[in-house]
């Protein structure tokens, strides 16, 4: 089928595709459209079709995504919320707006977004969405925060799967998929939308400040979609699972961390009742805990928790190992926080004593080190005084 031009810009409307994407089914929504101007959904609801009705979600996608993909995702999203298909009714922009006059009704776009009042992003892929890098589904976002709507990502079978190989064995990956937004690097097929768009949201809220909701609204929402692969997993397997305490984890890197403490608690049960007090990815779980705990200030209680950590890292793989040297530190920084500087000056003497054996006099961890010497010597001095 020969594809019409932009009557506006002398560029065709759609771009090639060798996939059944969204513009290659705006091609064909546009065709049908000529006839009597309407959108599917106004065609739908004059013959009296159950399958339309008030909108229940908003969908932000983008187009050159295939749409058994989209279909896939919603359909996840309808499974993990419980929602049944006939309650349920999307806003896809294909089907809602009126392609004989699309300028007209994308004036209403962030009026649609606030009244439907909940929104769903397409992950596509999850570490890189590319609905985030089109201005359209940008300004979607943006008024999903701005007038307080519900927001959800959702992903397809396939997508939802890597993201949960990599809350496992690629954690860095996830905290900085949740990172790459850039509000400046937005595009459009259309370079006049592209900067009226961008325009508005620059004047609105400014290009920075709508990366920090955006990103806000991504990390929250992938906190739910990691918390509903943890409910899938048998019960068996939840204790000692590594999606728990990386779950954990990512809500304390989002100062969640009342929420991320039974979380880490839990890890760490399951893993001394399986593994044992003396394995690595049980004393892993100790470190993590005692961390999250010093953050919330219930220093007393992370210190047994420092202390076995560090016993068992004496025993193996001994004293002068670096981590042994790190454990020791990070054992000397609490008893610092309490106060304890008697108790807390041996500890950094030896962390000294060990880097200096490891590395010599002019290593950087051996300075860093003989600074924290020096410092709680003086402090302690002047305590004496």
């Given amino acids: 089928a020969k594809i019409p031009l932009d009557k506006d810009t002398g560029k065709p409307k759609f771009p090639e595709n060798d996939a059944e994407n969204g513009y290659v089914n705006q091609f064909f929504v546009t065709l049908w459209a000529q006839e009597d101007k309407l959108a599917v959904c106004e065609r739908l609801q004059k013959q009296g079709s159950p399958h339309v009705g008030e909108a229940t979600v908003f969908v932000s996608w983008f187009l050159d995504t295939p749409i058994a993909t989209l279909l896939d995702a919603l359909a996840n999203f309808l499974k993990e919320k419980g929602l049944r298909e006939e309650d349920t009714f999307f806003w896809v922009c294909d089907y809602v707006i009126r392609q004989t006059d699309v300028k007209t009704d994308l004036k209403w776009l962030g009026d649609c977004v ?58 860095d990956s996830v905290r900085a998929g949740v990172s790459r937004v850039d509000v400046r690097q937005a595009e459009c097929r259309n370079e006049e939308d592209q900067n009226r768009i961008l325009s508005e949201l620059e004047q609105n809220v400014g290009f920075t400040e709508c990366n920090k909701l955006v990103i806000g609204l991504l990390r929250e929402a992938l906190v739910i979609q990691a918390q509903a692969a943890l409910r899938r997993l ?83 793989p001994g004293n002068r190992d670096p981590g042994t040297l790190n454990l020791i530190y990070f054992l000397a920084k609490l008893l610092e926080a309490q106060g304890k500087l008697v108790e807390a000056i041996p500890l950094f ?20 080190a003989a600074k924290r010497v020096v410092s709680n010597l003086r402090k302690v001095g002047q305590q004496e005084k």
């Fill in 114 to 171: 606030s009244a439907v009042g909940h929104t769903v992003l397409l992950m596509e892929p999850w570490n890189d969405p590319l609905p985030l890098k089109r201005a359209y589904c940008i300004k979607e976002v943006y008024h999903t925060q701005a007038s307080g709507a519900a927001f959800d990502v959702v992903m397809s079978t396939e997508q939802q799967a890597a993201f949960e190989v990599a809350l496992v064995e690629d954690f």
């Fill in 349 to 368: 003497t030896e962390e000294l004593e060990g880097w200096v054996l490891l590395y010599g006099m002019e290593h950087q961890e051996t300075r860093g």
């Fill in 234 to 316: 048998p019960e068996a397997e939840r204790g000692t699972s590594v999606l728990l305490s990386k779950i954990g984890e990512l809500m304390q890197g989002m100062g969640r961390r009342k929420e991320a403490r039974p979380l880490l608690e839990e890890a760490l049960q399951g893993r001394r009742e399986t593994l044992g007090n003396r394995n690595i990815h049980t004393q892993t779980s100790m470190s993590v805990l005692a961390a999250l705990l010093k953050d919330m200030g219930h220093l007393e209680e992370a210190r047994p928790l420092r202390e076995e950590d560090l016993q068992a890292s004496r025993e193996t």
